[in-house]
């Protein structure tokens, strides 16, 4: 059983900067990909950044340039550093953990979420 636990959300003027941060524990938190996913009101959660156990990383086009996903395994923790915020990147932001469990399969799990509220 892995946890996840959120922390960094708040509220922030446009143009403002948060960093989000996800504690993991219950697994060789290195071996995970991680991400972090965002659901705003009435919407679908989409997903916003990724970063694979050997350190690769993607985010979503909307977010490139501003947002920043990192790691480290030594604190069992994944960052996103969120700069330049819009309004519409209000929403609650989750972690994701997707644990190896052998024969590429992995198991997933999310942390209970954490809300960003940007205002204009």
């Known amino acids: 059983q892995v946890q996840l636990v959120e922390s960094g959300g708040g509220l922030v003027q446009a143009g403002g900067s948060l960093r989000l941060s996800c504690a993991a524990s219950g697994s060789s938190f290195s071996l995970n990909a991680m991400a972090w996913y965002r659901q705003a009101p009435g919407k679908q959660r989409e997903w916003v950044a990724s970063i694979t156990s050997g350190g690769s990383t993607n985010h979503v086009e909307s977010v490139k340039g501003r947002f920043t996903i990192s790691r480290d395994n030594a604190k069992n923790t994944v960052y996103l550093r969120m700069n330049s915020l819009k309004p519409e990147d209000t929403a609650v932001y989750y972690c994701?953990?997707?644990?190896?469990?052998?024969?590429?399969?992995?198991?997933?799990?999310w942390g209970q979420g954490t809300q960003v509220t940007v205002s204009s």
């Open positions: 994701n953990a997707q644990v190896p469990t052998g024969w590429g399969r992995s198991d997933v799990y």
